[in-house]
Every structure is written in C-alpha cells, then in structure tokens.
C-alpha cells in the first residue's frame, strides 16, 4: 500500500507561483510513475501531468504546457510540480496519484490507470 500526501497549495495572486509537492510513505514511488490531477468545483477530476519510472518521460496537459513542471526525487520518495503563471482558471483541488505502471503514455491521462491517491491539497488563484 503506498500513502500520499499533498503540499504546498495556497492562495496565490494570477501570474504568481506555486510548487507542489507529493510524498510517499509506506510502500515508496518505486517502479510507479506518478501524475498530477485537478478537480474544480462543479467539475470533472481532469489530468494536469504525468512523470515516468524513474524520470525520464514526461506528459502534460496543453492547457498547462510551458507553464507547470513535474519532477521527482526518488531519493526523498517524493514528486513535484511547479506551477507558474498561474491564471484563475488553475483554481482547484489538486490531487497526485500513483500507477501501478512505471511509463507515461496517452492512456495516463484516464484516472482509472492511478492506484493510489492523495487527499489533495487546495490552489486558489486571485484575479
């Protein structure tokens, strides 16, 4: 079983920066790629970025592209995402997961390819 647990979310004025951090206990990252999901209310959980076994692949939404970097340290068991020009529209309850799979493919966009889940972590953006 593989714990996750969200940091780093806050209230930010548009254009500003956050960084996300997701740490693993329990059973580590190892062999798992990990991915970053949002959820704004109202909406559907929708797919911001996916990062490879142990690196090397990465995978991002176009609506984030050029903007968010995800990133992770194997050594601390833990993945990142930094987050920049931040725009209202970034606005949600952001959530990484862990798939039982080590690559990134198109198919890491469906959350049903994650087997374990963070509780989220809240990012308010400020017009």
């Known amino acids: 079983q593989v714990q996750l647990v969200e940091s780093g979310g806050g209230l930010v004025q548009a254009g500003g920066s956050l960084r996300l951090s997701c740490a693993a206990s329990g059973r580590s990252f190892s062999s798992k790629a990990v991915g970053w999901f949002r959820q704004a209310p109202g909406k559907e959980r929708e797919f911001v970025a996916a990062?490879?076994?142990?690196?090397?692949?990465?995978y991002y939404a176009e609506s984030v592209k050029g903007r968010f970097a995800i990133s992770r340290n194997n050594a601390k068991n833990t993945v990142y995402l930094q987050m920049n020009s931040l725009k209202p529209e970034d606005t949600a309850v952001y959530y990484c997961a862990a798939a039982r799979d080590t690559r990134v493919t198109m198919g890491s966009v469906i959350p049903q390819q994650y087997a374990y889940w963070g509780q989220g972590t809240q990012v308010t953006v400020s017009s």
């Open positions: 990062i490879s076994w142990p690196g090397g692949s990465t």
